[in-house]
């Protein structure tokens, strides 16, 4: 079923802030919200939004968005995270950074770090991390995930039980409001897991739109986290079971 220019923006809006309003929708095209609720109704009908009381959002399921529709989501607000994040890591330490989209933004913030061991199962993170010639890059074995130059599997999982990280920087594809990390990769999930085990001290780099969606598999809670870094105040609950918790919430709002 084809859709029409309307729609396609209306996906692209989508994909942007995570989910949409009827009213917000119906103001931005100077249509009627019946006009912007049939839209829903259709791009629900064809699995592109899950409708939702007032709106939709992207759809919940088994499968993550594409890498390079992930790439070009939120890139501002990945670069703030990423810049306030990488404030927060000195110089002369070892460092794991895992897949994603966020944690590569963190990389391009420490191009000019020193004296930085840095090891990766992201081969994005790798490579951009090669133009630093005071940054040793010890990259993991694993299978590789194609779509996203992601490492995973056994392999992966045991090259990280070799090290006791000083630092640990991780991503995550969704959070629940209750705190816990979620991932579509079961592979994926093992691997992180065992991120966070070697790790002394962990920070998750995630932008508000990881609050918007839901995946099977469970990381980790909040709890073992020593950081989370976004780009917009937490629900109210959350913030409280985090300070509860003793994991710290860094907002790198915009100025």
Not at 170 to 186: K, P
Not at 195 to 200: F, G, H, K, L
Request: proline letters at 2%.
């Amino acid at each position: 079923m084809s859709i029409s220019f309307r729609q396609n923006e209306i996906l692209e809006i989508a994909r942007r802030e995570g989910r949409v309003t009827v009213e917000g929708l119906a103001d931005h095209f100077a249509v009627t919200q019946q006009t912007i609720r049939r839209d829903l109704g259709e791009l629900a009908d064809t699995g592109r939004l899950e409708r939702v009381h007032g709106g939709a959002m992207l759809p919940s399921g088994t499968t993550n968005i594409g890498y390079e529709d992930r790439r070009g989501l939120f890139e501002r607000e990945k670069a703030r995270i990423a810049a306030v994040c990488a404030e927060e890591i000195p110089e002369d330490v070892s460092v794991f950074l895992n897949i994603g989209t966020s944690t590569e933004a963190v990389a391009r913030r420490l191009v000019h770090h020193r004296n930085l061991l840095v090891v990766t199962n992201n081969i994005n993170v790798a490579n951009i991390l090669a133009v630093n010639p005071d940054c040793q890059v010890i990259v993991t074995g694993g299978t590789l995930r194609r779509s996203d130059g992601g490492l995973i599997g056994d392999l992966a999982t045991q090259t990280i039980l070799q090290f006791k990280f000083d630092l640990a920087v991780v991503g995550c594809s969704a959070i629940d409001l209750d705190g816990d990390m979620l991932d579509f990769d079961i592979q994926e999930v093992n691997v992180s897991r065992s991120i966070i085990r070697q790790a002394r001290k962990t920070f998750l780099v995630a932008d508000h739109s990881k609050f918007q969606r839901t995946a099977p598999g469970r990381i980790a809670s909040l709890a073992e986290i020593d950081a989370f870094f976004t780009d917009r105040p937490i629900a109210e609950t959350l913030s409280a079971r985090c300070a509860d918790w003793g994991t710290r919430v860094v907002v790198a709002e915009a100025e």
